[in-house]
């Protein structure tokens, strides 16, 4: 699985979107970009997955470059609660037995 | 609702005293895991299971022990628990495999285990 590339830390203010970004830029064809959270001692939670094109759910908007060697991860009016760090993580469209964490990103939001 | 119950949330033990860690999944996923969290260290797996009798080695699986007799099941068990297994431990579950065009993984809500 390629690797990920993510800032350790981000500011952002309470209502106002947050842009995470990751960097992976030797990511394969058939390969998904995730991106799950971690709040505070929590179990991770699933956020969103992308191929190629943009994506969009309740919790969060992903953009995937066109060339796909990087993302980011659109929060867009952050509350307090979404302080949390945040992992970008790529996956073989195959499945994988286990997904490999990085240091993600430690976001804060300010009040 | 769906959801991956681990328990205990918190446990101190002692060197050596057996303990399992249950976990319990009420979606009828197939895959289920363990991770440990550790500060500087991230999370890592331990154990993963495919399905009911087919477990297989994460990581780090020296010290825990697994089993998956029923579906909804897959406990971590510490046969001989040492200090340097203190840490914060995850069950989760995917449907399948994880990854790939829509699975995702679900986690539990943590075990914070201490071993004097």
């Known amino acids: 699985d390629a690797k990920t590339t993510q800032p350790p830390s981000m500011d952002c203010a309470e209502g106002r979107a947050a842009n995470l970004p990751c960097n992976h830029s030797?990511?394969?064809?058939?390969?998904?970009v995730y991106w799950y959270r971690q709040i505070h001692s929590q179990g991770p939670q699933y956020i969103i997955h992308g191929l190629k094109n943009n994506e969009t759910n309740e919790m969060a908007s992903l953009i995937i470059t066109e060339d796909r060697k990087s993302s980011t991860l659109i929060l867009p009016h952050a509350t307090l609660r979404d302080t949390a760090v945040y992992y970008c993580?790529?996956?073989?469209?195959?499945?994988?037995?286990?997904?490999?964490f990085g240091q993600g990103t430690r976001l804060t939001i300010n009040p | 609702e769906a959801q991956v119950t681990q328990n205990p949330r918190y446990l101190i033990t002692v060197t050596g005293k057996k303990l399992t860690v249950t976990c319990s999944q009420n979606m009828n996923h197939e895959y289920m895991s363990w991770y440990r969290q550790d500060p500087g260290l991230g999370l890592r797996q331990i154990y993963y299971?495919?399905?009911?009798?087919?477990?297989d080695k994460g990581d780090v699986p020296e010290g825990y022990k697994v089993s998956r007799k029923e579906k909804r099941n897959f406990p971590l068990i510490l046969e001989s628990p040492s200090p340097n297994q203190t840490s914060l431990y995850f069950c989760?579950?995917?449907?399948?495999?994880?990854?790939?065009?829509?699975?995702?993984?679900?986690f539990g809500s943590g075990t914070q285990l201490s071993v004097l």
């Open positions: 989760a579950s995917s449907r399948s495999r994880i990854g790939g065009t829509n699975e995702k993984l679900f």
């Open positions: 030797t990511i394969s064809g058939n390969e998904y």
């Open positions: 993580i790529v996956l073989n469209y195959q499945g994988a037995q286990k997904l490999v």
């Open positions: 299971s495919m399905n009911v009798e087919v477990t």
